[in-house]
């Protein structure tokens, strides 16, 4: 993510002495990123209001959305010197679209797929962005941050996000570049689509919506990926929505940090084994809110890891205090509430140095 801000931050310095020619040299821009960025103002120009402080700067008129101070908002460019000598050989591409806040009303349209050099794509907290997600952005080949958090999105969530192009004897033509995906807080609904095809993916987010089916496979035989395949992973995030059988098989993550499966409907019984990577540094543990059954997993594993773990709401068979979790001393914060456990409260639990809710 560092890399990544210090790139976009010389982009922009450099784009400082480029701009000034702009104005002359009508070819700098991709015809095909003209017209995707025309037809999202389109999609959004006759409901979002306040669009001169909103959207300041989209305008039919000025197509050159890079342009000195008549730039539009959350619309950042980079700038390639074809020939250094001559001011009007250079290229331009649309990079990033970061509108937080914006107000927008509207809908995303497909010509967004023709942002082939979008590096990030963020539209948060805008209640008023509704319909489906279009599943040409599958077409963005280099887009790293796609965040689509707080609106109100609905349908559901295109497989084409996650694929990786393969030739006819299964080998990568184009693996996806995808690093971080958050889709959470909206209306989407349908089956979790195998997330395994975008093996960059480091964080997963996609909480508070309608979700609903089992999770996606470890391994899925007829995309040759799954879970088996995101060794990058460190954050997921499946809360608040309707999923249903086992936890997703999350044994070939080692880099896993933080898991929220809580607010579902998951059920059997939690083999640590069988779930995590017994390698993984995890800090987060939410399973909370579940109908799991059998013994109380026995975490031990993550003892010098954890520090939030939540089981509670669950259907686990009555027994003691698990003695295990007296060796957590980084754990802040613990609850097994509702889970039927018997016999006295382990006072000794005070003991823990860093427990602050319990």
Request: charged residues 10%; contains cysteine; glycine residues 6%.
């Amino acid at each position: 993510m560092m890399i990544l801000k210090l790139l976009l931050a010389l982009l922009m310095m450099l784009s400082i002495n480029l701009r000034s020619s702009e104005a002359t040299c009508y070819n700098v821009y991709s015809r095909s990123e003209v017209y995707a960025l025309q037809s999202i103002l389109a999609a959004w120009n006759e409901s979002t209001p306040d669009m001169t402080t909103n959207l300041a700067g989209w305008s039919s008129s000025q197509i050159f959305p890079c342009y000195n101070n008549q730039s539009w908002r959350g619309v950042i460019c980079s700038f390639y010197v074809d020939n250094i000598t001559d001011p009007c050989n250079f290229t331009v591409n649309i990079v990033v679209i970061h509108l937080t806040a914006a107000s927008i009303v509207g809908t995303l349209p497909s010509a967004i797929g023709h942002l082939t050099r979008l590096v990030e794509l963020t539209l948060t907290d805008n209640p008023g962005l509704s319909g489906n997600i279009p599943k040409e952005l599958g077409n963005l080949t280099n887009l790293v941050i796609l965040n689509l958090s707080n609106n109100g999105l609905n349908g559901s969530i295109p497989a084409e996000l996650f694929r990786s192009n393969r030739s006819s004897n299964r080998s990568v033509i184009r693996q996806s570049t995808l690093q971080q995906i958050d889709l959470s807080n909206n209306q989407l609904s349908g089956n979790l689509p195998n997330l395994g095809g975008a093996s960059w993916l480091q964080s997963v987010k996609i909480s508070n919506n309608k979700l609903t089916g089992p999770s996606p496979p470890f391994y899925d035989p007829g995309t040759d990926y799954g879970f088996m395949n995101m060794t990058e992973l460190n954050t997921i995030d499946l809360s608040e929505n309707e999923l249903v059988g086992s936890p997703p098989n999350l044994t070939a993550i080692w880099r896993l940090q933080s898991v929220n499966l809580s607010s579902n409907y998951f059920n059997g019984s939690i083999i640590p084994t069988s779930i995590f990577n017994t390698s993984a540094n995890l800090t987060v543990l939410d399973l909370s809110h579940n109908n799991f059954t059998g013994l109380l997993p026995d975490l031990s594993t993550f003892s010098n890891s954890l520090t939030q773990l939540n089981l509670s709401f669950n259907s686990f068979n009555p027994e003691p205090y698990p003695a295990w979790v007296k060796g957590f001393n980084q754990l802040s914060m613990l609850s097994l509430k509702r889970n039927g456990l018997s016999g006295s409260f382990p006072y000794d639990l005070a003991s823990l140095p860093n427990l602050e809710i319990l």
